[in-house]
Nanobody
Framework: QVQLVESGGGLVQPGGSLRLSCAASGKIGSIEAMGWYRQAPGKQRELVAT???????NYADSVKGRFTISRDNSKKTVYLQMNSLKPEAAAVYYCNADIISPSTLWRKKVWGPGTQVTVSS
């Protein structure tokens, strides 16, 4: 079935930058919205940013002006450029995508396994 493969996570210093990538593969009719979520220790999973197939992006207030979500539809990939990283940005980041089944044309949400982002000096 559909898989999301994430890359780009790791250790970064406060104020530094990191770019996450998430590529979709498998039996895909089309990809509608894609997004990034994160979950820090002791916290609930929260939305970071979303991007529709076309149209405007959406960001959590905590990352506005510092994070940028983008996508390359030809590569079936969504990116999250993270600049001016703060320690509170440390979390497991999860990629998700709304996939349209080529057979049923139904939409389902697919999640990646999560990738660790650590912000520390």
């Amino acid at each position: 079935q559909v898989q999301l493969v994430e890359s780009g996570g790791g250790l970064v210093q406060p104020g530094g930058s990191l770019r996450l990538s998430c590529a979709a593969s498998g039996k895909i009719g089309s990809i509608e919205a894609m997004g990034w979520y994160r979950q820090a220790p002791g916290k609930q999973r929260e939305l970071v940013a979303t991007i529709p197939r076309t149209g405007s992006t959406n960001y959590a207030d905590s990352v506005k002006g510092r994070f940028t979500i983008s996508r390359d539809n030809s590569k079936k990939t969504v990116y999250l450029q993270m600049n001016s990283l703060k320690p509170e940005a440390a979390a497991v980041y999860y990629c998700n995508a709304d996939i349209i089944s080529p057979s049923t044309l139904w939409r389902k949400k697919v999640w990646g396994p999560g990738t660790q982002v650590t912000v520390s000096s």
